[in-house]
């Protein structure tokens, strides 16, 4: 009895040890799928006054973590490991992070694949305008506003700074900014501009023609620091790691009262709009930035000659005839599924392509192909299908294979361009024939001796 209730005891330890392993894993699974996010607020209002950007995120199984921006205790990793996907920073006039984030920290979150959302405003401090100049944004300074005297809301307090933004100035890209609206947007903030050696900026939401950045209470003394359409209003960047970042020059762009105003631009013709369109797109490049949406991957891969079915062969014949197939996904509402563009191209390359053609999609819709004809070149050659597009991650697929000349028994017989030769050579053997046939039965006349 004594050894059968140990054996139980054991038999019930080893069960609960297990089950703690797999509790233990489901919660690790679940931390890592619920998309941890840290979002670092100035003062504890900015939770209330922007609690609906926040409830959005909530429902779309975000976990939330709330600290102050200069929390001596704020750390973005520990042991080596990150502690958070993304980053919120809504804190515009701090000048200093806490504990161990720093910009050289959230730059290295983001080379590590972070996404970091940030909301400035005119108060903005240094250390975010530090962190723009790391991801080739330049903020205007303290103080400073995007005015336009033409295009403000007539709810504005008499500096023209709460801007009627027009739907025409959103980058051209749903995958950042949704579907298209006719509702426009409302914004108060400072002005950015783009540092145009950084090709990797995108320019999300840009001022209208009439719009500058400058201090509203004084009068213009030098050149505003952002003029016009090149003036930022809110700016990403999608990083060659495919890590993105979002600057935005106005918290108040995400706050609730400006999800829930009505919009009446003083812009002549303009007509009164029972709301703007800040949730719609806000929530929209909420989405992009944390990679919810724009993020492709690729699938299985195969290529084989067009009359054969043994797929990737690791070496081919000058001109022979291929097919080559590659699936590509595409995330949606946290499912892969195909992707439906239709600009894919493949090309077949060594030093330079010597092949480049677009893939076309099979009649189900779930592959890319294309046949095609080898070039009459050998060596080691690449398919490669390099795709990079407004708002969605870099897809990049290189497969290497051997092209080989033909083997002496590939030959054709006889080449037509050679048949000159042929002809020269049979004749000189012909011609060789007859002079041994004529000189060997030839016989010449003797000469009768005289007398």
């Not at 025409?168 to 609206?181: A, L, P, Q, R, Y």
């Not at 600009?343 to 192909?369: E, S």
């Not at 054709?412 to 030769?421: N, T």
Request: proline share 3%; net charge negative; charged share 20%.
């Amino acid at each position: 009895r004594m050894i059968v209730r140990m054996c139980k005891k054991k038999m019930a330890q080893g069960v609960l040890s297990l089950c703690l392993v797999i509790l233990l894993a489901a919660l690790s699974c679940a931390t890592k799928n619920g998309r941890n996010t840290l979002i670092l607020l100035e003062n504890l209002s900015v939770k209330e006054t922007h609690s609906v950007f926040f409830s959005d995120l909530k429902s779309r199984g975000y976990t939330l973590t709330f600290k102050m921006a200069d929390d001596a205790n704020l750390a973005l990793s520990k042991y080596g490991e990150y502690l958070y996907e993304n980053l919120i920073i809504f804190a515009p006039s701090v000048e200093e992070f806490g504990g161990s984030v720093d910009v050289a920290a959230i730059t290295d979150f983001v080379d590590n694949g972070g996404n970091v959302l940030v909301a400035a405003s005119s108060e903005v401090g240094d250390v975010l305008r530090d962190l723009g100049m790391e991801f080739g944004l330049e903020l205007d300074e303290r103080g400073t506003a995007v005015i336009d005297h033409l295009g403000y809301d007539v709810k504005d307090r008499g500096d023209h700074t709460l801007l009627v933004v027009d739907p025409s100035n959103f980058i051209d890209s749903e995958t950042i900014v949704g579907s298209k609206t006719t509702n426009p947007a409302l914004y108060r903030g400072l002005g950015m501009i783009a540092d145009p050696e950084n090709p990797l900026v995108l320019e999300l939401v840009t001022g209208s023609t009439t719009c500058y950045s400058y201090f509203p209470n004084d009068k213009i003394g030098e050149y505003p620091h952002a003029v016009g359409k090149s003036t930022l209003l809110l700016a990403g960047l999608q990083a060659r790691n495919n890590a993105r970042v979002v600057f935005s020059g106005s918290l108040d762009f995400f706050s609730n009262e400006f999800f829930a105003l009505p919009v009446l631009s003083t812009a002549p013709g303009s007509s009164e709009v029972d709301s703007s369109s800040n949730r719609k797109l806000a929530t929209a490049i909420s989405q992009w930035v944390f990679k919810e949406k724009g993020v492709l991957r690729v699938g299985k891969v195969v290529h084989r000659l067009q009359e054969s079915t043994v797929a990737s062969p690791e070496e081919y014949t000058v001109k022979d005839n291929v097919r080559y197939e590659i699936e590509i996904l595409e995330l949606v509402n946290d499912q892969w599924v195909p992707y439906r563009g239709n600009d894919v191209q493949l090309d077949f390359h060594r030093i330079d392509p010597f092949v480049r053609t677009f893939l076309n999609k099979t009649k189900d819709g779930k592959l890319y192909y294309v046949d095609f004809m080898l070039p009459d070149v050998y060596g080691v050659f690449q398919f490669k299908v390099d795709y990079n597009r407004v708002g969605y991650t870099h897809l990049f697929s290189t497969t290497q294979v051997t092209v080989r000349p033909y083997e002496h028994t590939q030959y054709e017989r006889f080449i037509l361009s050679a048949y000159p030769y042929y002809f020269s050579a049979f004749s000189m053997m012909i011609g060789v024939s007859l002079l041994a046939v004529v000189f060997l039965h030839h016989k010449e006349d003797k000469k009768q001796k005289s007398e």
